[in-house]
């Protein structure tokens, strides 16, 4: 098991930049694979950014180019540089982590809102 608590939520202009941050309580180098989703108001949940333990990185087609995700295996940390912020960024973040063992979990944080607007 994983909990996963993500913080750096806020409101931001347009063309600024926010960092979020997610707290895993376990070493994620234990964890197959680590990313960031989100979800706008009546829309469903994509994909931001995600990697493999085996060092495989992928970005939802919206945010290539100004997020980066990042980690600090010290900390057990995992980070999206969000960089170019536009309006349709707006949603809320959520932290993902995927555990194979036998069986395939998948743990979710609890959120955190991104409201970008002038």
């Known amino acids: 098991q994983v909990q996963l608590v993500e913080s750096g939520g806020g409101l931001v202009q347009p063309g600024g930049s926010r960092r979020l941050s997610c707290a895993a309580s376990r070493t994620i180098s234990s964890i197959n694979a680590m990313g960031w989703y989100r979800q706008a108001p009546g829309k469903q949940r994509e994909l931001v950014a995600t990697f493999t333990s085996d060092g495989r990185t992928t970005y939802g087609d919206s945010v290539k180019g100004r997020f980066t995700i990042s980690r600090d295996n010290a900390k057990n940390t995992v980070y999206l540089q969000m960089n170019s912020l536009k309006s349709e960024d707006t949603a809320v973040y959520y932290c993902?982590?995927?555990?194979?063992?036998?069986?395939?979990?998948?743990?979710w944080g609890q959120g955190t809102q991104v409201t970008v607007s002038s």
């Open positions: 993902n982590a995927v555990i194979r063992t036998s069986i395939i979990m998948t743990y």
